[in-house]
């Protein structure tokens, strides 16, 4: 018996995605969103009053990225971990290496970023064969897989 119903994964940005999985089913995969009732939508629609555990990916500010944007970025990140904490669903930041080097993946220095991100999005398809992934989805997928393994 498992020690939590739900695991979910965050792939923090304006590109990423949340995934939620009960125990081997994926339940939803959504982009992140993009205001605090889409969490409420997410989060209450989806947990109920069930036991739920998160991994949010360790996010940090890039050389070279406007101060508007990053901004903006901060403060997404802010409510996602604010929506975690009012619905009570304890969750843990991991830094990409952590659950990337756990699923046994590195990206080579001959490997462009698109060939990467395929990579990524291939092991996620490995993993969730009847499932629809895409480039927006895959990261998160494989962080509540993490999730799962890491907290069961």
């Given at each position: 018996?498992?020690?939590?119903?739900?695991?979910?994964?965050?792939?923090?940005?304006?590109?990423?995605?949340?995934?939620?999985l009960e125990d081997v089913k994926v339940l939803a995969t959504v982009k992140m969103p993009t205001n605090m009732d889409q969490y409420d939508e997410l989060f209450v629609g989806k947990m109920f009053d069930a036991s739920a555990i998160a991994v949010v990916e360790k996010v940090h500010a890039m050389p070279g990225q406007g101060v508007t944007?990053?901004?903006?970025?901060?403060?997404?990140?802010?409510?996602?971990?604010?929506?975690?904490?009012?619905?009570?669903?304890?969750?843990?930041?991991?830094t990409p290496r952590t659950w990337m080097k756990w699923h046994g993946v590195k990206k080579s220095k001959s490997e462009s970023?698109?060939?990467?991100?395929?990579?990524?999005?291939?092991?996620?398809?490995?993993?969730?064969?009847?499932?629809?992934?895409?480039?927006?989805?895959?990261?998160?997928?494989?962080?509540?897989?993490?999730?799962r393994e890491r907290f069961r």
């Open positions: 018996m498992s020690r939590y119903e739900y695991y979910i994964g965050v792939d923090p940005g304006k590109s990423g995605a949340i995934a939620v944007s990053m901004f903006n970025f901060g403060y997404s990140v802010g409510r996602l971990h604010a929506s975690l904490e009012c619905h009570e669903i304890p969750y843990h930041l991991e970023g698109t060939q990467w991100k395929n990579r990524l999005k291939d092991l996620a398809i490995r993993l969730f064969p009847d499932e629809k992934i895409y480039l927006w989805n895959a990261d998160a997928l494989l962080i509540a897989y993490y999730c």
